[in-house]
């Protein structure tokens, strides 16, 4: 079956199968979030980004070949729910961004800041620190050499608008300054993005409004 992207709590995972890794999506807990695990093809290791919920659900999708490393986005409890039972069991090295791991009960391993890499077998991921939905929140990049990015945005980029900033306007403008100079502007239209909630989208589809967003300010 063709990827799609769509998944729902109590549902199967949809499997993104790339050339050099394959990307396992699946939706967890009260709150619809999306999980993502990230398999490199040529070591078997994994990675896990975003342990919202349901551990449960998660375990079983990471199945017997463990996780090194788990990625939290960022600092909303929605998204890390499960992290202290999957880290647990697993023994992974934890990882977020350096100003968001304050506000994550167990404790982050590795802080990350903005343009590290970080690897999940011989797969690169790139970090993008991003501010105003929270402060610390990171997006991760996947540039395949095969195909077109893979970007993986947390509560940062949705389809149809940046994350909620709570009504702040400052931090509005910071969100969507962010993600217009370090995603769309540096990444092509191609790029696909898989958000903490809900359907994916690429970059392409959403670049047309961004005008749109900076107008109504949300």
């Known amino acids: 079956m063709p990827y799609t992207g769509t998944v729902q709590v109590g549902g199967p995972a949809d499997v993104h199968e790339l050339r050099d890794l394959m990307i396992s999506k699946v939706a967890v807990g009260p709150m619809d979030n999306n999980a993502y695990l990230l398999r490199c093809r040529a070591t078997g290791q994994q990675l896990l980004i975003d342990a919202a919920n349901d ?10 070949d ?3 490393s788990v990625v939290t986005t960022h600092r909303h409890g929605d998204h890390w729910q499960a992290l202290a039972e999957v880290v647990d069991a697993t ?6 961004g350096r100003y968001d791991a304050e506000g994550i009960p167990v404790p982050t391993d590795v802080p990350v800041e ?3 890499t970080l690897r999940v077998g011989e797969v690169e991921l790139t970090a993008r620190h991003l501010v105003g939905h929270t402060p ?8 395949d050499p095969h195909g077109h990015p893979h970007l993986f945005t947390g509560d940062c980029l949705f389809p149809g608008g940046v994350g909620n900033t ?4 400052a931090n509005f403008v910071r969100l969507l300054d962010d993600v217009e100079h370090k995603l769309f502007g ?10 903490g909630h809900g359907s994916d989208t ?15 300010g949300w």
């Open 186 to 195: 540096q990444l092509p239209d191609e790029t696909w993005v898989y958000p």
């Open 166 to 169: 709570f009504g702040d306007a």
């Open 91 to 96: 023994g992974a090295r934890t990882y977020a």
């Open 114 to 116: 903005d343009g590290e």
């Open 55 to 64: 551990a449960g659900t998660l375990m079983e999708l990471i199945g017997g």
């Open 66 to 68: 463990g996780i090194a």
């Open 136 to 143: 610390g929140s990171i997006a991760l990049v996947y540039d």
């Open 202 to 216: 690429t970059l392409g589809a959403e670049r047309p409004r961004l005008g749109e967003w900076r107008e109504r």
